[in-house]
């Protein structure tokens, strides 16, 4: 289906991985908006000839929606956002919710939206809360989603209850006909909200089995426009809702007015045509009815879309089986995840060795598009206090990702992990004071330092290294120190914050020196890990300054990169003495000191031993100034 999509095709070298949070759009969308906005961009309802035609759209839109939901009884309430459809559902539902003087039951592992607008409510009118936590004492599954739990917590007076049908961080998929049902059993006037966003692109949505009260989904989530969709039941219980609109509306009829602030986003409810006709392609695709090969005439109705959810998901199955043997395999990569329940291409993992503002740099610069976030589940991280500035890494994938982008991200993956190593550290001088003038000269030009107080120039950049011929520059590379490895006495405040170097400049490259001191690097990786893909290396260029005769304090102390290995190769010491590099065992106990000269090259096990360097000064008090030029090269992992 990837054909389908121009900003896939465009960017064809990245992994569009965030899917959960936004997706892509088809040629379809696109094509159907563009017509509109050219030929229907009017007012609706009203007597003009275009205005007729807008309102058909807004029609033909609506029962569409319906063919989705399955919606034969109830009503739909449009708006931007799944967001702000439940903030104004919440509100209108005050003065019902303290006339019942009920109980509400949340989902804390839910999104937030789906929380934070009843907890006011019930704050304000002192309604009883309770909330259905995952049974993370459970030694075989920490994330387990326990039916019982929220059970149990049901009783007659028990006003509303709100569901994730899908988890946005642990993809599982919950029953929810089962609950509902068992719900109502214990006191049928429940009602019952689900949050269906994280399901719509994956599954089914059929209201008229689930018989829940509300249901809500957003079709910017599956490859639609930001118009988000919210079911109602029952419309006689709505009809006495509070007005959320314009005073006018106080008595109307129509109770969706009294929820669409502002009115539908038209020219983003026209989207959903555009999807509508997408969907079909993806049914004549698998030869619906014959469709491929008659190219006949094909009706969108609730047959068709059912066969294109089904296909749907059988080829995200793959996915999802093809991820869950990587990751039970890897105890590098902690999946936030239950384990008995089915479960949708949405994975949230935590790195055991690496930070995730770390990881999420790396990937991103190669080419893997998400993000670490909580994504909007913060309760969730609270309860198992995961740190909530990190988040979580997740990997949302849809049908449109490729089995070879799969592959690819398991490859990627598997960048991060610590390899136990027998080396412990060598020196390599093949190059003393061999270093030529053209590298040394490149420091000249870098830029100062701004997070060292100016007293260093640096660059720095992610490296690709196919062969001894080909290497290049991956992107603009962030820099992420994480305290977890430079944790000191020292007071240095750049650890856990995100730092913006330059390039180093391109024609290094091809710099002699800079090859056989790279490829140094390289080779001792290759030699001593071979278990992981050592094709993407970075590099820092550093200059640091002495002056008036002051020594230049050193503010790491005793400490590590957070790597497999690491490199340091001096290029040029010019005015200074001082500057030993000392290198400790895994107890902190000092076991060899150095003086680099140009050319020389420290290698270290970053996982086995710490290091350090004494601060440099001036060779004579008379000089002004003086520096101490290295490259430092780090494994990815």
Known sequence: MKRFFPTLNKYSNYIFCNNASNSQLPEHVLNSNHHFLINNYVEPETNNILSKSLTSHIEEAKKIVNIIFNNKHGDIVYGGSCTQLIYNLANSMEKYLKIKNGEIILADFNHESCITPFERIATKNNAILRYWSLNKDDPNDKYKICYDDLLKNVNCNTSLVVLPHVSNILGNVLDIYYLNKEIKKINPDTKVLVDGVSLMPHGLINVDYFGCDFYVVSFYKFCGLRISALYIKDSDFIYNIENQNHNLFDNSEDFSKKLEIGGINYENMNSIIGLKEY???????????????????????????????????????????????????????????????????????????????????????????????????????????????????????????????????????????????????????????????????????????????????????????????????????????????????????????????????????????????????????????????????????????????????????????????????????????????????????????????????????????????????????????????????????
């Open 279 to 637: 969907f079909l392609e993806i049914a004549r695709f698998f030869n619906y009815n014959n469709s491929k090969v008659s190219n006949d005439f094909l009706e969108f109705n609730r047959k068709s879309f059912e066969f294109v959810i089904e296909k749907i998901k059988i080829y995200e199955r793959v996915f999802v089986n093809m991820f869950k043997v990587f990751l039970n395999n890897n105890p590098n990569i902690e999946t936030m995840e239950t384990k008995d329940l089915p479960k949708v291409p949405i994975f949230s993992l935590l790195f055991k060795d690496y930070d995730l503002n770390y990881v999420s740099l790396i990937l991103n610069e190669i080419g893997v598009l998400t993000n670490n976030s909580t994504f909007y589940c913060n309760r969730l991280f609270d309860y198992y206090n995961l740190n909530k500035e990190n988040g979580t890494f997740r990997i949302s994938l849809m049908h449109y990702n490729g089995f070879d982008e799969g592959n690819k991200l398991i490859d990627y993956l598997k960048l991060f992990k610590k390899i136990d190593s027998n080396f412990c550290y060598r020196v390599d001088s093949n190059y003393k004071n061999r270093v030529c003038s053209e590298l040394k000269d490149s420091f000249n030009y870098l830029n100062r330092d701004m997070y060292y107080e100016d007293k260093r120039m640096r660059a720095f950049s992610l490296l690709k290294i196919t062969n001894v011929n080909n290497i290049e520059i991956i992107g603009n590379l962030q820099y992420y120190s994480s305290s977890k490895y430079n944790n000191n006495n020292n007071n240095n405040n750049n650890n856990n914050i995100i730092r913006k170097y330059s390039n180093i400049e391109p024609s290094i490259l091809n710099n002699k020196c800079f090859k056989f001191l790279l490829y140094t690097f390289y080779n001792e990786l290759k030699n001593h890990y071979n278990e992981i893909n050592i094709n993407y290396i970075k590099v820092h260029q550093i200059r640091v300054y002495v002056s008036n005769n002051k020594s230049e304090l050193n503010n790491l102390g005793i400490h590590q990169e957070g790597y497999n290995a690491i490199g340091i190769a001096c290029i040029n010491r010019t005015n200074i003495k001082g500057g030993i590099n000392l290198i400790y065992d895994s107890s902190k106990n000092l076991i060899h000191g150095l003086q680099l000269d140009e050319g020389e090259m420290l290698i270290l096990n970053d996982n086995k031993l710490y290091h350090d360097i004494l601060p440099i000064e001036l060779y004579k008090e008379e000089d002004d100034e003086g520096y101490r030029d290295i490259l430092v090269f780090t494994s990815v992992s």
